[in-house]
């Protein structure tokens, strides 16, 4: 069965989004934030008004459905040169089965039906198996990136694959 991609625009899918995102962050960056700095960050980069914020600067959210199941989303941004691909997360048991490939993979077919000429995106510097898995797919590693935000500092890496 192939994954379904709905848009989220509606106040519903926002606030969909927002409870996944805050599920999916918890559970990927727990190793990596206390829990007190996780919930600051979930609050800023990802809370329905975060998202809504997001969307109003032409950030586009889809929910990734499998028949009924809301299993993840992600997030991109074009700009002039570039996709951006903010976020792309998925329920750990969905995770390894090529899901994550094809929404990269369809991000990338966007990027060059848009003329853009490379899809970039950042990656938390001690996330090892996700680099790895943008590494598997072509991206490069471009360099260190600090991100603050709500006064937290996020270590990021951000890489990129030519189109």
């Known amino acids: 069965m192939k994954p379904d991609y709905k848009l989220v625009a509606k106040a519903k899918y926002i606030h969909t989004t927002a409870d996944l995102a805050s599920e ?27 998202i809504e914020e997001d969307i109003d600067n032409d950030v586009n959210y889809f929910l990734v459905f499998l028949g009924d199941k809301l299993i993840g989303y992600f997030a991109w941004k074009m700009e002039n040169t570039v996709l951006h691909l903010l976020h792309l997360y998925l329920k750990p048991e ?4 090529a899901i994550g490939r094809d929404i990269v993979m369809s991000c990338e077919r966007l990027a060059r039906g ?10 938390h510097t001690k996330c090892l198996p996700v680099q790895q898995f943008f590494k598997a797919r ?26």
């Not at 969905?94 to 089965?97: F, L, P």
């Not at 590693?141 to 935000?149: C, H, M, W």
């Open 24 to 50: 999916l962050w918890h559970e990927v960056y727990k190793r990596y934030y206390p829990a007190k700095q996780l919930d600051t960050l979930v609050e800023a980069l990802q809370s329905a008004e975060a």
């Open 94 to 97: 969905y995770r390894g089965k």
């Open 138 to 163: 072509g991206y490069r590693i471009l360099k260190p990136v600090e991100n603050v935000a709500a006064g937290i500092s996020m270590q990021l890496t951000e890489m990129e694959k030519m189109l």
């Open 114 to 123: 848009e003329d853009r000429g490379r899809v970039c995106c950042e990656v």
